[in-house]
């Protein structure tokens, strides 16, 4: 008797037009359906990790922090829509079921997009970040946000969608309210975009020296809209990455070998036999350096003052205090080696030759001052 009268209080007790029986039965498979995809999710997940640890396998390892991303409470959430739809609730109930199952997956879509974008672009950054171990640019931290706006954006315009609002209009105004914003802040947004620029095609990084016009130092910060440099007095420049790539910028830190060219003049009296050794000594005194590589050297030709030298030599380090202490060997070698061939460097100097003139001419050069009127007697006593 007891029986019947448990058995009779669930069929016959009702909630929203639904016996407590049926309630029970989707209670249970709520709970079922719960476990059961929770422990799927984390077969899934070791199953990923497992492969992770396997050189190379950087997408699995991506894929397994983004289905550790899993949220329980949508889970739950879903799990509860799954015991509900075995329930024959009333058609209006079954409507909003049924946008509750779109909200649920769209948003647990999202997450998993969420996590997999920033998981993904942090790992793009890192691997072509320079190998200096600068820190990720305001590319990276640009970019994210970005994907990250964007994707959650689309999510509740289509979550609107959904629940029947018409996003037409709305896409409207937030299209002309960009524009509005876009014309208040575009030297803003010049700087911004000029900042991704530098990001992508990097004309430079932190830590290299650089040239901008007559600015030279290191660059210490690449920011959204300025770029600090450190100049070789001591003093931070800041300068508009607009105006960074409307210049034209020299990168010394990329600088793989130097080329030099220098020029030297000898006086005149240097015989053809001196000038002729004098490429060869300069030859033999680059090849016997280090970190030299020599291209040519020759009497390049007639000066005002002297005979003209020029010589074509490479520096294979690209440090600028190298590359003067190779200098200063070279032109100690060089004083030393003319010393001995008995040549002399030139220096800017002219040679006036005055010629001494015959008596009678002077005569003549003198009486000549004295042509014009009332010169007949001086004239007539010089011709006697």
């Known amino acids: 008797m007891s029986d019947n009268v448990f058995d009779a209080f669930f069929t016959d007790t009702q909630f929203l037009g639904v016996p407590l029986l049926n309630w029970l039965l989707a209670l249970i498979a709520t709970c079922v359906v719960f476990v059961v995809v929770r422990m799927t999710v984390g077969f899934i997940q070791r199953k990923l990790q497992s492969r992770a640890r396997m050189p190379g396998a950087h997408f699995s390892a991506i894929a397994a922090d983004v289905i550790a991303g899993t949220s329980n409470l949508l ?14 609730l ?26 997999g974008i920033v998981l993904g672009m942090q790992h793009y950054f890192r691997r072509h ?5 600068a820190q990720i640019t305001a590319l990276a931290a640009l970019s994210v946000w970005a994907a990250k706006v964007l994707l959650w954006a689309m999510v509740l315009l289509a979550m609107l969608s959904n629940m029947g609002v018409n996003i037409t209009a709305f896409i409207a105004s937030l299209g002309v309210g960009g524009i509005a914003v876009a014309l208040a802040v575009q030297n803003i947004l010049g700087d911004l975009f000029a900042s991704m620029s530098i990001a992508i ?23 959204l809209k300025t770029t600090r440099i450190r100049s070789l007095g001591g003093e931070q420049i800041v300068m508009s990455n607009a105006s960074m790539l409307t210049a034209t910028i020299q990168n010394y830190k990329r600088l793989r070998e130097r080329r030099v060219v220098f020029q030297f003049g000898l006086t005149y009296d240097c015989t053809p036999d001196q000038a002729r050794q004098v490429p060869r000594i300069v ?3 680059i090849r016997g350096l ?10 390049k030709g007639f000066g005002e003052s002297s005979l003209d030298f020029e010589t074509v030599y490479y520096v294979l380090d690209p440090g600028y205090n190298q590359y003067m202490d190779i200098q200063q060997d070279i032109n100690l070698k060089m004083m030393e080696s003319f010393d001995e061939l008995g040549v002399r460097f030139a220096h800017p100097m002219r040679t006036l030759n005055v010629a001494s003139l015959p008596g009678n001419v002077r005569l003549r050069d003198a009486a000549s001052k004295f042509d014009g009127p009332g010169a007949a007697a001086p004239k007539a006593r010089l011709g006697t």
């Open 290 to 299: 280090d970190k030299t590589r020599f291209d040519r050297s020759h009497f």
């Open 201 to 223: 095609d990097k004309p430079f990084e932190v830590n290299d020296f650089i040239v901008v016009g007559t600015l030279a130092g290191t660059v210490e910060h690449v920011g």
């Open 75 to 88: 889970l739950a959430l879903a799990a509860v829509l799954v015991g509900i739809g075995l329930l024959d």
């Open 283 to 285: 030859e033999e005194i």
């Open 129 to 133: 970040a320079s190998q200096d171990g």
């Open 90 to 115: 009333p058609d209006r109930w079954a409507n909003r079921v049924g946008s509750l199952w779109f909200v649920v997956a769209i948003l647990q879509i999202a997450l998993w997009a969420h996590r």
